[in-house]
Structures are given as structure tokens and as C-alpha cells.
């Protein structure tokens, strides 16, 4: 065997040898340092930076971001870790740098809204990103039924979710059943003028015979909350209205006796 | 054009396709947007606009890292290797020899661009499976990066007709940074008083603006392009990359080439 051909095999066995052993000890470093990852690392947080610093590039680097976020909230969610401190630093650099993706609103938002051990318990987070989405976003609908939902669902705050619902209900390729959810939250909230109006709305727009079926339920629901509301306050009055009259004659009835 | 740039522009161009690193370039652009395949593949819901940001990123800078680092070494290497003094000494004007190479390497890119874009549209057919009516804007987005490149070069040409290669590459990088922050200085200039603001509205018009050429990330969301928008983007680019070309051409003309 000649001289150069021995010195070729050497090194090529050397270097399979050489790069098995450096990938054993990389897999004993990453056990010893199990939560020494670089991704709990923002070692820039402002966004307005980092888009400057993105040379205009900043849809591929907003990808790059949304893509960290989610291994961030996956991994966190899959460990149980409870720890999502990145998780609204990551979700607003992505969006200051995209401001166009929806996507990262959406999810981000039910990432971020549900209380651990689903989401990262931060609702108020959620809700500025999508306030700021649909600032950015105006016309997308979808934005405007995810802010609704954590109102209804997370937050439980019905008069809100509604009123989130109607503004996005009114806007080109929403879905028909956020009227209903308006309807819905609106009936929860206690605001029956409101709600009867928007269930009115649902039946005249739906076709669906089911759909209006359910929306006359509601309406004949709110209407009897009325009459029984109404009938509560004429028997309220007439208590009171009469109340002195019964107290006097009582009065005069004991003196007799 | 006359037939003595058209001849110095083919050399050009045959000369940089000659060129090795050309050849490696343009592989690492395809391996990039090929690689945006597995990038959406982690993320989640936005395979598409990884494509897009990912593919056209790619064909943007690696083109950029094209224009400039053949760009500077047009001049320079022809003197290096003294093959200028054949050129100039036969019935040739130095401006058509820099306009003549200006060509060359403007048709280099331009074909670059189109193998790249080839990568690109083949990651997204792979991704979606068909392509859609507004993918067409990818089109304009890619027109938009050539008009880039024609900047670019007629700068990097520019330094290099009175600079050393190292620092006609730092001049001409410099200046593309500074030109993606363009806007931010005129509103900048806005802001300033009397005298700053002319100073600086001054600079703002001297730097070319690079940042109306970028439309990667509304064309990735499939927003459509006014008509407009290419019309004054397709003037501005042609008028900037000319006024450094004759920039380039005056300094050449005056320079000792002894």
C-alpha cells in the first residue's frame, strides 16, 4: 500500500472516530445541562430593533421568530415546565416584524390566554396581541373572533366578548356564527336589549332553518325574561303602593279589638 | 448600445460565469430555499410563507454577495492582470469599457436570478402542490431584487473605478445597509430643524433607497403590487444606477492608469 493511500484511510477512519466521539460527549453535555438551552435566551428584546436590524428581511426573520415561539411552547407544554416568560417577548417580535401574520396572532393569543398547565396564563398578553393585530389588521375577522373568545371563554367577561363579536360580525368573510356568539354573550352579559337585537339579526340573516329555530328559542327566552321581569316590577309597585293602606287598616283593626 | 460595450459586456458575462464561487453561490441560495421546505415543516401553518420569505431572502443577498464581490474586482483585476492596457489601447473609450462591464455583470445577475427564482418556484410548487394568481407577485418581488442588483452593481463599479477591492467591498456593502434604513433617515429628516433637515434630506437623496424595493413580505402574503409602485420603482432604480455609472465613468476617465 503506498504511503498517501495509508495517510487517506487514516485519516478518513480518524475522522468517522473523531466525530462519533464528539456527538457521544455533545448527548452527555445536553443531559448535564438540561435546561441550559440557548432558546430561553432573548438576547434581543426590543422589537423596533430588531427590525431595523433586519435589513428589510424582516418576513423571513418574523418566520424565524414565530417558529421559536412555538418550539418554545411546545417544549414547555410538553415538559410541564409551567414557565412561559419568553412565550409574549417572542409572539410581539414576531409580529412587530410581521405584522401581516395572522397566524401568529391566532395562536399565539390560545399560547398564551389559557391558565397552565394549557396555556401560559397570561390573558392581558394575549388580548395586546390581538388588539394590536387587529389594529394592524382591521379587516380580518378571524382576529376579532379569537379577542371575543378569550373574552367569553378566559376572561368570562360577556358584555365584552359580545361587543368584540358584533364589531367583527360586520366585517367581509366573517363567519355567521359570531352574530350568534354576540347574541349569545350579549344574554349572558344581562343585556337583553342588546341581546334580543342581535338574535333578531341572527334570524334574519341565517337561512338555516335550525339556526333560526334556535335564534326564535332565545327570542321567545328573552321575551318571557320580560314579561316575567316586567310583572316582577308592576307586583313591586303595587306591594308598595298598597303597603300603607294594608299597615293603617291593620292599625285600626287592633284598636277595635 | 454600440457594438464595442456589447462585446466588453459578453466578455464580462462569460468571464463571471466562469467563475467558481458564482457556481457556489448560486447552490447555497437553492440549498436555502430548499431548506425553507423544512423550516415550515416546524413551524406551524405558514409552509407557504416560509417558502416565500425564506426563497426570496436567499436570491436577495447571495445576488447582493454576487453584484459586489465581482462587481469590485471589474476594474481591479483588469489591471492586475494588465489586460486593460490591451483593451484601452485599441479603438475602445474607457466609459464604454466601464458601461461595457456594467452590462456584463447586470446580464450575469440577471440570469443568476432567473436559475434561483427556478429554485424558488420549485419549493413552492413542492409546498403547495399548485401554484396560485397571486404567486405572480413573486414575479415583481424577484423584478424588484434585479432592480436591487442593477443598484448595487453601478455602485460597486463605482468604487472600484478608484478604490482597492477591500474597501469598494466595505463602501459598497456599507451603502446597501445604509440604504435599507433610507426611510428612517428621511423621517428623520422630517423631524430636524432647518439646516439638519437639508443636510440630511441631502444624504437621504444621494444614498440610494433600497428599502421601496423590498416587497418580500407583502408578497409573501400574497398582497398585490400597484402598478404605480413598479412603474416608479423601475425609474428610480435605472436613473440611480446610471447616475453612479456616470459617476464611474467621470472618475475612470481621470484616473492614472501609468
Given at each position: 500500500m503506498k504511503a498517501s493511500r495509508t495517510i487517506t484511510l487514516t485519516a478518513a477512519v480518524l475522522l468517522v472516530a473523531f466525530m462519533l466521539g464528539s456527538a457521544i460527549f455533545l448527548q452527555r453535555l445536553d443531559k448535564i445541562r438540561t435546561?441550559?438551552?440557548?432558546?430561553?435566551?432573548?438576547?434581543?428584546?426590543?422589537p423596533k430593533a430588531l427590525k431595523r436590524m433586519a435589513l428589510g428581511y424582516d418576513g423571513l426573520l418574523a418566520d424565524v421568530y414565530w417558529t421559536r415561539a412555538i418550539q418554545y411552547f411546545g417544549r414547555n407544554h410538553l415538559f410541564e415546565?409551567?414557565?412561559?416568560?419568553q412565550l409574549a417577548p417572542l409572539l410581539e417580535i414576531t409580529t412587530t416584524l410581521?405584522?401581516?401574520?395572522r397566524v401568529a396572532y391566532e395562536f399565539g393569543a390560545f399560547f398564551l390566554a389559557p391558565a397552565p398547565p394549557n396555556g401560559a396564563g397570561m390573558p392581558d398578553r394575549a388580548i395586546r396581541l390581538l388588539e394590536y393585530g387587529i389594529q394592524q389588521?382591521?379587516?380580518?375577522?378571524k382576529l376579532f373572533y379569537s379577542l371575543g373568545f378569550i373574552y367569553y371563554?378566559?376572561?368570562?367577561d360577556y358584555a365584552k366578548a359580545s361587543e368584540v363579536f358584533a364589531a367583527g360580525s360586520v366585517?367581509?368573510?366573517?363567519?355567521?356564527?359570531m352574530k350568534v356568539l354576540a347574541a349569545t354573550c350579549a344574554q349572558h352579559a344581562g343585556e337583553s336589549q342588546t341581546a334580543r337585537m342581535l338574535w333578531i339579526m341572527t334570524y334574519k340573516t341565517f337561512p338555516e332553518e335550525n339556526v333560526q329555530a334556535n335564534a326564535l328559542a332565545h327570542l321567545e327566552f328573552l321575551w318571557i325574561r320580560m314579561d316575567i321581569r316586567s310583572s316582577s316590577c308592576r307586583m313591586a309597585r303595587f306591594e308598595s303602593r298598597t303597603r300603607t293602606v294594608f299597615h293603617l287598616s291593620r292599625k285600626a283593626c287592633r284598636r277595635i279589638t | 448600445m454600440n457594438a464595442r460595450i456589447g462585446h466588453i459586456a459578453y466578455n464580462t458575462f462569460r468571464e463571471a460565469v466562469r467563475d467558481r464561487v458564482l457556481y457556489n453561490l448560486i447552490a447555497f441560495a437553492l440549498l436555502l430555499s430548499g431548506s425553507a421546505i423544512l423550516v415550515g415543516q416546524i413551524s406551524m401553518d405558514v409552509e407557504r410563507l416560509v417558502v416565500v420569505n425564506m426563497g426570496l431572502t436567499a436570491v436577495s443577498l447571495f445576488g447582493l454577495v454576487i453584484a459586489i464581490f465581482i462587481g469590485i474586482q471589474l476594474v481591479s483585476k483588469e489591471i492586475e492582470r494588465r489586460t486593460l492596457y490591451t483593451v484601452l489601447s485599441r479603438p475602445v473609450r474607457r466609459w464604454e469599457f466601464i458601461v461595457g462591464k456594467f452590462f456584463g455583470l447586470a446580464g450575469t445577475l440577471v440570469v443568476n436570478t432567473f436559475f434561483m427564482a427556478i429554485g424558488v418556484f420549485g419549493a413552492l410548487l413542492y409546498v403547495a402542490h399548485k401554484f396560485q394568481k397571486?404567486?405572480?407577485w413573486i414575479l415583481v418581488a424577484l423584478y424588484f431584487i434585479v432592480l436591487q442588483f442593477v443598484i448595487i452593481c453601478a455602485i460597486a463599479l463605482f468604487f472600484s473605478s478608484f478604490s482597492s477591492p477591500l474597501l469598494s467591498a466595505v463602501f459598497s456593502f456599507s451603502l446597501f445597509v445604509i440604504g435599507s434604513f433610507a426611510e428612517d433617515l428621511r423621517r428623520f429628516a422630517a423631524m430636524a430643524n432647518t439646516l439638519t433637515r437639508w443636510v440630511v434630506s441631502g444624504i437621504a437623496y444621494i444614498l440610494p433607497n433600497l428599502s421601496s424595493l423590498n416587497v418580500i413580505s407583502s408578497v409573501a402574503h400574497q398582497q398585490p403590487v400597484s402598478a404605480q409602485l413598479i412603474l416608479n420603482n423601475t425609474a428610480y432604480a435605472l436613473l440611480y444606477a446610471a447616475t453612479a455609472l456616470c459617476g464611474a465613468v467621470l472618475i475612470f476617465e481621470r484616473r492614472n492608469l501609468k
Open positions: 435546561k441550559a438551552t440557548l432558546d430561553e435566551v432573548l438576547y434581543i428584546t426590543s415546565t409551567g414557565r412561559y416568560d410581521d405584522p401581516h401574520l389588521n382591521p379587516q380580518e375577522p371563554v378566559e376572561l368570562k366585517l367581509p368573510g366573517a363567519h355567521p356564527s | 397571486p404567486d405572480g
